[in-house]
């Protein structure tokens, strides 16, 4: 993985990290992935990297949102039902 490639993931790594689970994740998924996902890339590209190196370095910026957040409602789901903390 090249500097630059690391350096995007960490950033992306930091922005997930800032993630919570969406209300109505449920039910509007697909909206809130979108939305999640053109606010990191805005923000990538914001500090100077293409899309084509976001996407190279995490090998499809959409689909790692997607998966971050439903492991975020999952996680958040599990906590409710068990009262203990993923």
Same mark, same amino acid.
């Given at each position: 993985?090249?500097?630059?490639?690391?350096?995007?993931?960490?950033?992306?790594?930091?922005?997930?990290?800032?993630?919570?689970?969406?209300?109505?994740?449920?039910?509007?998924?697909?909206?809130?992935?979108?939305?999640?996902?053109?606010?990191?890339?805005? =923000?990538?590209?914001?500090?100077?990297?293409?899309?084509?190196?976001?996407? =190279? =370095?995490?090998?499809?910026?959409?689909?790692?949102?997607?998966?971050?957040?439903?492991?975020?409602?999952?996680?958040?789901? =599990?906590?409710?039902?068990?009262?203990?903390?993923?």
């Amino acid at each position: 993985m090249t500097p630059r490639y690391k350096q995007i993931f960490d950033i992306v790594d930091q922005l997930s990290s800032n993630l919570h689970c969406p209300v109505g994740f449920s039910k509007n998924r697909s909206d809130i992935v979108k939305d999640t996902h053109r606010q990191f890339l805005m =923000a990538l590209i914001a500090l100077g990297f293409t899309e084509e190196e976001i996407e =190279a =370095a995490t090998g499809g910026l959409f689909k790692l949102v997607e998966r971050r957040l439903c492991a975020i409602y999952r996680c958040s789901r =599990a906590i409710f039902k068990s009262g203990q903390p993923c």
